[in-house]
């Protein structure tokens, strides 16, 4: 990955409740020992956003300022609370309701084990938080607050995996809410599930969705400079198996692909936008469909990416990439395209026309080819051919319009190797064992009108979806290996009166 990190300027601020009940010599401990957990926390290199220990919170109005500032901070992604010691509850109202950052219930405490021995009263009054972060529980559920909970030592593993987990989604919301996405052309006619309300989703994530001509893209692939095309070419051969005719008879085209890429990359800078769209359909003078340069947004540039016009798609691919930072696989546009129905060997192939992203991760080093391609009326496009590498616990996650709210539908699936060559097959593609198992997947699917675009995720998994979703307050089904497709009719019965009763997200 060539993009700039994007957690590193950014913070979980780590809020500490007590009061001053206690006397100062209590408060001088919760402060020390507070500090001790943070540290901890930070050292354990599970956490990819550096917690920040706030001063100790002891009445309603240094709460409320700590919640102001929290707020207002653009380094601060979100707010971990816990109470130390008891902290009464009212105290924390004025505080909550300004807060518009994702909030974390860390129930943790100092010691492990109960001092059997020499436990008294003033270890008790010190270390209860067993009873204090029931209070701030009772109040947060009180106020409708969406937060994740984690209980457990500070020193347990899954603590800090479930924080951390947390905190990647965390800068996915912030990446979401600073998101600007660049479309050229509008949605591939008469396609249902890739239209839908722009308006609403810069309301929901933060995402600003915008049309450009595609004269003016045709404008910066013009002005490209030779130099800044031949290093790309220089890049493409560093990193994949470039098909001799590319580099020999047909170098022309590849030149064109690259100047495209450049082109695209130059007006998304100078825009600050963070994902792209085009369309096969709105092509102006551009020689090729973009192929290798769009397949490339995510994997060196961070960026999100989808076909069609499909700005959803490319809005959860960004999200997903920025969640799944500097770890192994990454995210990309998918497409379900067919099935294999041989008994024990059930699976999905994913593609697209041209457009998956290596980032997910390959089986062997792609090659960039050239081949004709029956639609869009252009020249043959340049394309980065691979089979997507085996990895379990991988996902793919869809949103579409249900009226009047967006629904993310996620599938937990195992991608897997194909059962056969596939050598006749001129785009990248991916092979995934879909849980609970094809059929009831794919019927589970249907039911919930899912897209047949997706994201492909291979670097986070299910619960960072699940993080992300809570905290933009957007509907999230979810198949995976517990599901039966009768309880999932009904699941998504119950969570349609309650997205309608709670319609103010
Ligand atoms: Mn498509």
Redesign the pocket.
Known sequence: MTYAHPFDDKEIWFGVGSQDLYGEDALRQVAAQSAQIVDALNATGAIPVKLVLKPTLKSSDSVKQFMVEASASPRCVGVIAWMHTFSPAKMWIRGLEVLNKPLLQLNTQHHVEIPWESIDMDFMNLNQSAHGDREFGYIVTRLGIPRKIVVGHYTDPDVARKIGTWARACVGWDASNTMKVMRWGDNMRNVAVTEGDKTEAERVFGASINTWAVNELVSYVDKVKDDQVKALIEDYKSKYDVAPELLDSRYDSLFAAAKEEAGMVNMMNDYGTTAGVDNFEDLGTLSQLPGVGAQRFPSEYGWGFS??GDWKTAVLVRIASVMGYGLDGGASLM?DYSYNFVPGHEKIMGS?MLEVSPSVGTMAKPTLEIHPLGIGGKADPVRLVFTVAPRRDAVVVSMSDVRERFRLLMNVVDVVEPDGSLKNLPCARGLWAPRPNLKESAECWLRAGGS??TCMTTSIGREAWEDFARIAGVELATIDENTTPREFERDLEVSEMYHRLNNQH
């Open positions: 076909a069609e497409e697209h047949h675009h």
